[in-house]
């Protein structure tokens, strides 16, 4: 079996550090699982919402995505940097691109006998996103949720029962798919509240918002240069900073995100006593900490 959620966020790395992470090593780890996955194997890796507000790209470089050689994917042309704007953008293209390799690796691992599939949620509280909300642009992923139908941010423990899906009996017919889980914020991006300016297809930073971001970045070039420093920093929040994320965000929105949240660990909780999950925790915390390690 293999759960896929390693990755780096456009708050946390440089362009470059989000392509190879993101897309390359996403793309790496997919074929050469799939060369060993045994009959009846399943896979699942996380790609994300934020790509299905990319604008839409031409069959040839969705095709470029899903069939070039790993080892040439970062040659593409329309991944250099002159062709990427900003970390968003590299994130969504990193996680386009994570969709388009399921899909194609999906075909071969089934030639194994072996099922593959993608999750793309929306905002998850975990420490990747406690850095989005606290990044150049946490005020665009605040109101996201705030406005999304499902008036709040997910839980892990909600992504977590996709997967058990995926990866169980009763999803034995599905492989190759990517299912969307982001409390209807793309519904709402493309029809709804959250439908952007006409011409605005990225969230835009403020100027003090600017400033900071470039120079957040320097510091990225500087930190994620060591692979091994960057896996260390990633790790740093404390379970005390994942909870403030998970309870006070727009409660003047949603008056229920406490009471929900608090539900969702007791929920967690109690999967883990009958579980027995005792080192990963499936509350909150332990499932911000299961996914992103």
């Not at 790509?51 to 040439?72: F, I, S, Y």
């Not at 998970?246 to 909780?269: C, I, L, M, T, W």
Request: charged share 20%; net charge negative; proline share 6%.
């Amino acid at each position: 079996m293999l759960v896929n959620a390693a990755g780096v966020s456009p708050s946390q790395a440089p362009i470059k550090a989000i392509l190879k992470v993101d897309l390359y090593g996403t793309a790496v780890l997919l074929e050469e699982v799939g060369k060993v996955i045994a009959p009846g194997g399943v896979g699942v890796t996380i790609s994300s919402q934020s790509c299905w507000r990319m604008p839409a790209l031409t069959a040839e470089q969705g095709e470029k995505l899903a069939t070039t050689p790993t080892e040439e994917l970062l040659s593409l042309d329309f991944l250099q940097p002159e062709n990427i704007r900003d970390t968003l953008h590299a994130y969504q293209m990193a996680k386009r691109c994570n969709e388009k390799r399921v899909t194609a690796q999906a075909v071969e691992w089934g030639k194994r006998g072996a099922r593959l599939n993608d999750i793309a949620p929306g905002i998850i509280v975990t420490p990747l996103a406690l850095d989005e909300f606290n990044g150049p642009r946490g005020d665009f992923y605040k109101n996201m949720f705030a406005k999304c139908p499902a008036g709040r941010p997910g839980a892990a423990d909600e992504a977590a029962n996709v997967a058990e899906l995926l990866m169980s009996d009763k999803g034995a017919f599905i492989t190759g798919s990517t299912f969307l889980i982001d409390g209807g914020a793309t519904a709402s991006y493309f029809y709804g509240p959250l439908r952007p300016e006409k011409g605005m297809i990225f969230p835009p930073l403020s100027q003090k918002s600017g400033r900071v971001a470039g120079a957040f970045r320097w510091l990225c070039r500087f930190f994620y240069s060591n692979p091994l420093l960057a896996f260390c920093l990633d790790r740093l929040h404390t379970e005390e900073e994942v909870d403030e994320v998970a309870e006070p965000y727009n409660s003047e929105n949603s008056a229920g995100n406490v009471e929900r949240f608090s539900q969702h660990q007791e929920k967690a909780d109690g999967h883990q006593q009958r579980h027995g999950h005792q080192d990963a925790g499936l509350g909150l915390r332990g499932h911000a900490r299961f996914l992103h390690e």
